[in-house]
């Protein structure tokens, strides 16, 4: 049996580059990284890293990267003071793993 040769990829035709479009769905409002994972077709962890790139970029001016922080599901516990924005694994209080994702907008961008 001969393999078929695969046809190439062909790139998606933006008219605008990843963080624009991260940062305009931002704008209109909160949103996790898995829905923007969606809007924007790549994948959650290249949002994450896109987003600590934003959130480097926005600080630089009269703009913020807000983030509305993970919930544990089980307990209740929220994750206040984590400086990561990914979703944390694990809940340090009840040890839950069902975590509510954190959720990011833009404050001060209209």
Do not use: W
Not at 86 to 95: E, I, Q, V, Y
């Amino acid at each position: 049996m001969k393999n078929k040769p695969k046809e190439p990829s062909i790139p998606l035709d933006r008219q605008e580059t990843v963080r624009q479009k991260i940062i305009s769905l931002l704008s209109e409002g909160t949103h996790s990284a898995k829905e923007l994972s969606g809007a924007v077709r790549v994948g959650e962890k290249e949002v994450y890293e896109h987003l600590e790139h934003i959130q480097k970029t926005l600080a630089k001016g009269d703009h913020k990267l807000t983030v509305i922080p993970a919930e544990c599901r089980k307990c209740g516990f929220v994750f206040a003071k984590r400086e990561k924005l990914k979703k944390p694994g694990r809940c340090p209080m009840c040890r839950g793993e069902s975590i509510e994702e954190p959720l990011f907008g833009i404050e001060g961008l209209k």
